[in-house]
């Protein structure tokens, strides 16, 4: 008989636990809703910056490039884009690549003008002392490469249109880097 009283007794104090439970959970019409605490850190500023249009480029370029990859690298405050086309030529199809940086330094700018200009390939651009160019030797692919310093923005434009003149993608490609300052 002990051993009856001890099982209703159990089965009791369940019943009277799972009534409490059922009288303390809110009503279908009380929604609770957690709200994030704010942040004491603001979001960096590089977030605010987007790639450049694809469109924008295919009008300087003549090119058909498409957008493949716009990464934020919030630690050190940069962007980086990268543009494609579908179409070969000699069997590589034509590409855009540029990291876009703030960076209150003019440090690294130093740094990539110093090496730069110990290279044959490089080009300074006239009456443009924040850029510089560091043009591919091998002729059978035309490719550049821009480097620049302007307002606390700092640019590395890769440009390779597998075809073309030194001077129309020297031309092109400070049309391009332009464009990433305009727009910073």
């Not at 006239?126 to 550049?144: C, M, T």
């Amino acid at each position: 008989m002990k051993k009856l009283f001890i099982f209703l007794g159990f089965w009791l104090g369940i019943a009277l636990v799972g009534q409490l439970l059922k009288k303390s959970t809110p009503p279908d019409s009380v929604k609770i809703v957690v709200l994030p605490s704010p942040s004491e850190t603001p979001l960096p500023a590089i977030t605010s910056h987007h790639c450049l249009d694809a469109s924008e480029l295919n009008t300087l370029t003549h090119e058909t490039f498409t957008l493949t990859r716009e990464n934020f690298v919030t630690e050190i405050e940069m962007i980086e884009c990268q543009y494609d086309t579908s179409s070969l030529i000699k069997s590589i199809a034509p590409s855009l690549h540029y990291t876009y940086r703030i960076t209150p330094s003019a440090s690294i700018w130093d740094t990539t003008q110093t090496l730069v200009q110990k290279k044959p390939s490089n080009r300074r651009i006239e009456g443009k002392a924040y850029l510089i160019a560091d043009l591919n030797p091998v002729v059978e692919l035309a490719q550049v490469t821009f480097y620049g310093y302007k307002n606390t923005s700092y640019i590395e434009v890769t440009y390779t249109p597998v075809e073309a003149q030194s001077g129309d993608i020297l031309r092109v490609g400070e049309q391009i880097a332009e464009k990433i300052f305009e727009k910073g």
